[in-house]
């Protein structure tokens, strides 16, 4: 039986059912973590601005700054938690379609039977049916449709990450000196600066650091991941035979870039799906029309 037509087995949506609740659980934690150490200081912020005579608002805002100081570690380590454990729900599943054994040393523990039940959906949403391009079931050679599949799940979200990040990033130095230039508003006292400018920054400048530190770790992975399929499609067309072994190593580096990358919104990938399942079937169909010459 091809990849294609294992993919729609029932142990394998429940595995990617599994997976894609363990990443949205991260992703709203994510979001929780936005909002409260970036929205709501900003919001405060101006809030003291606007309503100077509002002193209950500066209070507000020291206690919300401290919440999110104290809270940052700690929903950060559940967001790790959450994506850690999804990406070895998705290296578990990739490693049964495709034939490989689990490798601890890179990914630690496999999850078992019981951890897929706990976060699997009782209803099998149709999106996650047929997942990989139908024209790769017209491979004959397994491990060429082994490497098509890895370069697909590759292509679908790379070309969203450079640009998102860039976007954080100019919006998290926009974001910062809002805040510490509100504080001026009532003069140059370094106390006020520093109470209602300095600190609230702190946490949206932790925000923009864990989406630099997140990103900056997984462009490695992606870069060598990249650089290892392009190496490899070039040899299948070159008449070249690829090995299992490769094969894995290319495996367990898309785990670490699932388990290190940063967390991108549902909605961002809803708003570029189209585009993304355009690019990764394109590449497929114009490896195939080398291929079969």
């Known amino acids: 039986m091809s990849i294609i037509e294992k993919q729609n087995e029932q142990s394998f949506l429940d595995k990617l059912s599994a997976q894609r609740k363990l990443y949205d659980k991260a992703k709203s934690l994510r979001t929780l973590r936005f909002v409260l150490c970036v929205v709501i200081i900003v919001c405060l912020s101006i809030a003291r601005l606007v309503l100077p005579e509002c002193h209950v608002i500066e209070s507000v805002l020291i206690i919300v700054t401290t919440v999110a100081l104290i809270s940052e570690p700690i929903l950060e380590s559940l967001i790790d938690k959450y994506r850690t454990l999804a990406a070895q729900i998705q290296q578990r599943l990739d490693n049964e379609l495709y034939g490989f054994e689990w490798d601890d040393c890179v990914c630690g523990k496999e ?21 990989y391009n139908a024209n790769i079931g017209n491979v004959q050679d397994e491990n060429v449709a082994v490497l098509l599949c890895q370069r697909e ?43 209602f400018g300095i600190i609230p920054a702190i946490p949206i400048a932790e925000w923009f650091i864990a989406i630099f530190k997140d990103n900056s770790v997984d462009k490695e992975h992606l870069e060598s991941l990249e650089l290892l399929v392009m190496n490899e499609i070039n040899k299948v067309l070159a008449g070249r035979d690829i090995t299992k072994k490769t094969l894995m190593k290319i495996q367990n580096l898309l785990y670490l870039h699932r388990k290190n990358g940063y967390l991108i919104p549902n909605w961002f990938y809803h708003f570029k799906r189209k585009k993304s399942e355009r690019r990764a079937a394109y590449s497929v169909q114009e490896f195939l029309k080398k291929y079969n010459n």
């Open 111 to 131: 999850p078992s039977d019981e951890l897929v039940c706990d976060f699997k959906e009782a209803i099998i949403n149709g999106k996650l049916r047929n997942w």
């Open 153 to 195: 799940n590759i292509s679908y979200d790379s070309g969203l990450r450079e640009w998102y990040v860039t976007l954080n990033a100019w919006s998290a130095a926009i974001l910062i000196m809002v805040v510490i230039s509100l504080s001026f508003a009532e003069g140059w006292d370094l106390m006020t600066v520093l109470v």
